[in-house]
């Protein structure tokens, strides 16, 4: 079955509660205070009955100056929009105003209504019938049917319900992926017996009996003890539905506007780039670094708006800027909201969030403005890509970013396939793949480390792991040491780092020795020499000045010097030793030390030394009482 949510927009005592009990048999002014004043000041829901197959919610919301808030709070999540004008008064300030406002939040079908017929000559109706016609032109309600009824009389009721529910068949269904499960709560109460209640329209996703869900903003866990779907129990309810759900959490911890959503799949921020466009019916001009209303889903707070580029926005202008808000709030990429004026608090703009937390930007960037036009209008692998390539620092998992776009898992893994094949996108971990710009920028952070290092103790073959892992964890504000380790992995499968066991270094690396090293190594060249086959002591080599020990150190390193425990040997006496040694096995099968020892005119202790060094470098052999060839 169908799910679809219709929702009413008009001005007051334009007939809307009047029309839809006419339509459903039900009278949605039910508080007491709304059947005394004759006007609807909370959203009311119904259902249409039907033998098609839909499951039609509708919703009444208000029409009065002072609950334009609720009507916002009621038209989040609608399919499709009845815009009722009364043919006794036509068109009203508040009937531009919510006209403006379900365009701001993205309603793409709707049917313009034409009440109280009955109350008109007929031959006026035409005229009025034009009055809406040039007043919905260029919107998404151009084209819609025009349907003029009377809930007196009953004059083309039935014609209205027909054409909703041929509308209806044309909606396309929200997503029921359990993880993008999404309901603004719009009224909490409690039932005797039962508990805290709370009702809104499920946006996207599916939640079922048990689910343990989050509620956010305020980051309370609950679990669904029971859900209704128009007053009848059920397992479970879809994106689409108006829901009612019992709840484990007090009713004095939620408030209208929190969010309830899986535990981890709902981003919270203090702000968010947005494309905004002001309303044509307003006569307001809204200023750089104005405070606003900004109203989303169900919820309200106040905010700031940054503007990129120019210092006012006037109505009917576009503009796209930052919104900082007073407190946290839930939200998505692509979510719509409304702004309204600080005071008086009238409705002026509406836009979509093109970024959830989004860094602070120059206001003055012309750049800023093209990225965010790109985001606008990008499709999915673009909006991936992007999303990638700005997740630097952050490091969200995959999941974390596909939610914060609200992607399905199929959406998401169509659009990575394709920038996987094409490079753009790079695996590194089992949760996290980074987009190419991410990788260089992280290697060239890498590559400024170890210059560093290098530049503080040139001579070093490279950099110690541990410290350069510690390194890059803070510069890239890594949470995750496998993160770090992922990169470096990649950099050593790029050829671009070389592994030195304990250290590393960038490829291609070479030390450089200054004039005054150059004399330090001829010095520790020229005493090693001197000592032949016994080399020369760690004191014998002070004498070539500060720092000797990095030159020693190097020069082990890079086998100008054999380290041996008594000292140090140059590399000419090694070799000769080493081809020596080699030799007399050739000759006579097996190496004897006194032999070696004799061959070289040296005492034991330094013959020993030697060749236990050949055996640790498999040069030579000591098996069976006998030294051979490794």
Not at 321 to 346: A, C, K, N, Y
Not at 555 to 565: F, Q
């Amino acid at each position: 079955m169908k799910n679809v949510i219709v929702g009413t927009a008009g001005h007051v005592d334009h007939g809307k509660t009047t029309l839809l009990k006419a339509m459903t048999g039900v009278d949605l002014d039910t508080l007491k205070e709304e059947q005394k004043r004759g006007i609807t000041i909370n959203p009311g829901y119904s259902t249409l009955k039907n033998d098609r197959d839909l499951d039609i919610g509708i919703i009444d919301v208000p029409g009065h100056e002072k609950f334009v808030h609720n009507m916002l709070t009621g038209i989040g999540g609608v399919d499709l929009v009845l815009l009722l004008v009364s043919a006794e008064e036509g068109i009203m300030p508040q009937t531009r105003e919510h006209f403006e406002i379900v365009k701001a939040l993205g309603v793409e079908k709707g049917i313009v209504v034409l009440t109280k017929i009955d109350l008109v000559d007929k031959e006026l109706v035409p005229l009025i019938e034009d009055e809406v016609r040039d007043m919905v032109k260029g919107s998404f309600l151009e084209d819609a049917p025009l349907i003029s009824v009377s809930a007196y009389t009953g004059e083309n009721i039935d014609l209205l319900k027909e054409t909703l529910l041929d509308m209806a068949e044309t909606c396309e269904e929200p997503d029921h992926e359990k993880a993008l499960a999404r309901l603004p709560i719009d009224r909490v109460f409690s039932v005797a017996g039962h508990g805290t209640v709370i009702t809104g329209t499920l946006v996207e996703g599916c939640i079922e009996k048990g689910d343990l869900l989050m509620l956010y903003p305020a980051m309370k866990e609950t679990t669904v003890r029971s859900i209704q779907v128009h007053s009848k129990d059920v397992d479970a309810a879809y994106g689409g539905q108006r829901v009612a759900l019992n709840l484990t959490l007090k009713k004095d911890d939620i408030e209208i506007g929190d969010v309830l959503a899986p535990k981890d799949s709902l981003p919270v921020t203090e702000q968010v780039d947005v494309a905004v466009t002001m309303f044509d019916s307003t006569d307001r001009v809204m200023e750089n670094s104005s405070r606003v209303h900004m109203n989303y889903g169900s919820g309200e707070v106040i905010a700031r708006i940054i503007l990129f580029g120019i210092d006012e926005l006037n109505p009917g202008e576009k503009a796209y800027g930052q919104l900082r808000m007073e407190e946290p709030i839930p939200l998505r990429t692509g979510d719509p909201f409304v702004l309204r004026f600080f005071s008086p608090v009238i409705s002026i703009a509406g836009g979509r969030v093109l970024e959830i937390r989004p860094k602070r930007h120059k206001r003055r960037d012309p750049e800023v403005v093209e990225v965010l036009k790109q985001k606008e209008e990008a499709d999915d692998t673009t909006r991936v890509a992007l999303a990638l390539e700005e997740n630097r620092y952050r490091y969200l998992s995959d999941r974390a970013l596909a939610l914060s776009l609200g992607f399905t898992k199929a959406r998401w893994d169509e659009a990575m396939e394709k920038l996987l094949a094409d490079k753009t996108a790079v695996p590194l971990t089992d949760e996290i793949c980074a987009h190419k710009d991410v990788i260089e920028g992280v290697f060239e952070n890498a590559r400024a480390i170890l210059s560093r290092y290098h530049e503080e103790f040139p001579l070093e073959t490279g950099m110690p792991k541990q410290a350069f892992r510690q390194q890059l964890t803070e510069t890239e504000h890594a949470k995750d040491d496998k993160l770090i380790e992922a990169f470096i992995r990649t950099f050593y499968d790029q050829k671009r780092l070389v592994d030195h066991g304990m250290r590393v270094e960038e490829t291609g690396f070479t030390a450089t020795l200054t004039p005054e090293q150059e004399k330090q190594w001829e010095s520790a060249e020229t005493i090693a020499k001197r000592g032949g086959y016994e080399g020369a002591t760690g004191d014998d080599l002070k004498r070539i000045g500060k720092k000797y020990e990095q030159i020693l150190k190097f020069m082990t390193e890079t086998g100008a010097l054999i380290a041996l425990p008594s000292g140090y040997v140059h590399k000419d006496y090694w070799d000769k030793a080493v081809d020596t040694a080699l030799a007399m096995i050739d000759e006579a099968g097996e190496l004897k030390l006194g032999d070696f020892r004799n061959v070289l005119d040296t005492s034991r202790k330094y013959a020993v030394e030697l060749l236990e060094e050949m055996d640790r470098e498999q040069i030579t052999v000591f098996k069976d009482g006998k030294r051979i060839k490794a």
